[in-house]
């Protein structure tokens, strides 16, 4: 569950300006479910927790056998096909999970960059471990994935000869492009990112789900979160509906000037999450001149960086605090005589001080004139990421056709990439 | 050196604008370097070059004897007692350091927030290491590294008995606050952050240097190099001052409202220094409802993220582009026949296509009518380092005096922690 807090947005926003905005979320509602708007032949992921369903067997019996040949596994992918995954592992295991992955393979991502380091430093690092391949493109053109690809094929092949082919795993389009056209020569095991689904809505697809099941994540369990999600949010009135309710405070915000709007966490393990949601609101809604731009600050680390701007420095921004209500672990601070100023913390746990910090935090940049968005998640596990992405995924396309925009193309990516391949000399 | 690039940024802005507010720059200029503005209780970090010389030696012994004594160090700290330690020792040995250290400690920090995983995580990390700790801290009293030193301090007096006194190390106040009384009581080894140098100013400071000399950093050449940049930047004059068109550049820009400046740069290692930039300048600068919004991204991987926004999102931003001329590694891509359709690449370094990607972008990104500023450093190592610290310090200096706001004061900080407190009942 998704709970969304209105306690420090009401002195900003009266229930009168929700009401008044409601028929432009009816109508971005029934423009997304009837699929009638712009872009609505990418709308298949509002499908995908029901349509799922059925590969989940597979991908779990993959996703197994990958950790059982492999104890490092290389996910290959950019953008949408990397930062669901990541963002999800992250959320469900905690940023430190390749420190203490037991019984199932560390994961790592490449093909992000074209930094060199980022391949150097990675087949260093591989080159005792038993390794496997996951590569994520829908067309396996896309440059940063391509290179790392032939770099990392190249590696497998010398490492495992014939035998590579059974550690390299695709998931691409069901029959284009150039990644399908080597999965079918060299006959890899592959899976299909449906045709209606783009990138960055994809998580809940093999995309996200086969890194997932191989990291031993219980991919029935993301499902079902993002299943309830859809049920809760199936109806357009935004008393009743939370997400709506989200999409509906930030178009108000914007309209008022509030441009900027901020992902506040107070959870290291979320800020994968933070920059996967980045990449949703910021390529879904950035277009035409307008959009909202999406920042993020990890909490309270950034308050002794970032804190000052929020509270005293230009007032075009708005905070979405997410904040989750069970911790992960819990330590207390210990008791001590040393005289260092802590005994008023003595015996309290970590966590209620943390949350204690998030609405200190909130009442705070309340006062300095910052609305805050509080959207409380239940815990960290596969059910509410689940139930995170969807809930996310939905509020953006219904926030971008209010906004006025097609949530579902990004025209404005292909202009480095020309200019890039220009300069680089690729054929016609 | 730090090379300033007008070429994508010339159509935005002329040189006659450049020379309207040079005598802004030289009133700057000189209200810093006379000491007359406000906040000049704090401008010690003008003269940290040449004043560290004299402690540099034995700085460098007690990283010497860390290394030495430990294979894992933990620094704990927040704000600028931590993202300058940590930004230098990725920029000098990459964000993979602790995955290859040999012969130097690993580099663990913790105290930057309350979530508790991140101490219970480090907790399960250090059980079987040899474990140093460095605490840094101008009063002792901030709740985060207070927190987290009281817990590793436990740990330490648990694993080391009485040695635990040489294992743990210092930086804090001359005199004043509970972490210099808790020093003197139990005999740590010490260094003092001068009480002119504010948190943000402080990585040429012991609070910078000492964990990096643990690492087995070249402390000596970061000092050469932070000198270096004192020297080239002396003289007011715009012309002969790229440290100055910067901050006129970005000042001008800011009174066109464009309020967001984003730092890109195209090598992972440098997502710490972007996060010390943030804090050097969000923190400077953003107060009475003023100030440049900082936020960064890393390229190309967020070009498949908020590229879209960023080319033709709302048109209140530009970008500073840091870009490393000389490459760390590098490596070519393969010669393959497979029909992945990569053979344009073939034979072609990654470096080369990485910074091809940089020119392309910032052709892109200008066409969109996003203002590029690029600063060519030109390696990541010590010296450089040193020169980009002194080089933004000074640059933030004299931007936010130019701006009108003290750039050395951070009000706002305290807003928050006063709510925290009374939630979490401290006596007064």
Not at 272 to 288: I, P, R, T, V
Request: proline share 4%; hydrophobic share 40%; with cysteine.
């Amino acid at each position: 569950m998704i709970k969304f807090r209105n306690d420090y947005l009401k002195s900003f926003i009266t229930e009168a300006e929700i009401a008044a905005i409601q028929p432009e979320i009816t109508t971005a509602h029934n423009t997304l479910h009837n699929r009638t708007g712009p872009g609505n032949d990418f709308t298949g992921w509002l499908d995908l927790p029901k349509g799922m369903e059925a590969q989940l067997e597979r991908i779990a019996q993959v996703g197994q056998r990958i950790a059982g040949l492999c104890d490092t596994l290389i996910v290959i992918g950019v953008g949408g096909s990397y930062l669901g995954a990541r963002a999800a592992l992250e959320f469900i295991r905690g940023k430190n999970y390749n420190a203490f992955a037991e019984g199932t393979p560390t994961v790592h991502f490449v093909g992000t960059d074209l930094c060199p380091d980022t391949i150097v430093d990675l087949l260093n690092l591989c080159r005792d471990k038993s390794v496997c391949l996951c590569v994520v493109s829908k067309s396996g053109g896309t440059t940063e994935p391509a290179v790392a690809f032939r770099i990392f094929r190249q590696f497998m092949e010398e490492k495992y000869g014939a035998a590579a082919t059974e550690r390299i795993y695709t998931i691409t389009d069901e029959k284009n492009g150039s990644l399908r056209a080597l999965t079918t020569q060299r006959g890899y095991t592959s899976f299909v990112i449906p045709g209606d689904v783009g990138g960055r809505f994809s998580v809940l697809s093999p995309v996200g789900l086969l890194p997932l099941a191989a990291a031993g994540v219980d991919i029935k369990a993301i499902i079902g979160g993002a299943q309830a999600a859809k049920a809760d949010f199936a109806d357009a009135s935004i008393q009743n509906n939370d997400c709506y309710r989200y999409a509906a405070a930030r178009n108000i915000l914007y309209r008022r000037g509030l441009t900027t709007e901020i992902m506040a966490f107070y959870d290291p393990s979320l800020a994968m999450f933070a920059e996967w949601w980045k990449q949703l609101f910021g390529e879904s809604e950035g277009k035409g001149g307008q959009g909202i731009f999406p920042a993020s600050v990890c909490f309270t680390t950034d308050l002794h960086s970032l804190g000052q701007y929020v509270q005293d420095g230009k007032r075009n921004l708005f905070e979405t605090v997410l904040s989750v209500t069970q911790p992960f672990t819990d330590i207390a601070v210990p008791h001590e005589g040393g005289g260092d100023g802590l005994d008023f913390l003595s015996g309290k746990s970590l966590h209620h001080i943390n949350t204690t910090a998030m609405e200190a935090t909130a009442e705070a940049h309340v006062g300095g004139g910052v609305p805050n968005i509080i959207l409380e998640v239940g815990k960290r596990d596969a059910y509410h990421l689940g139930y995170a992405a969807y809930f996310f995924q939905l509020a953006c396309g219904v926030s971008a056709y209010t906004l006025g925009v097609n949530p579902f193309d990004q025209p404005g990516v292909e202009e480095y990439k020309k200019a890039m391949f220009r300069l680089l000399g690729k054929p016609e």
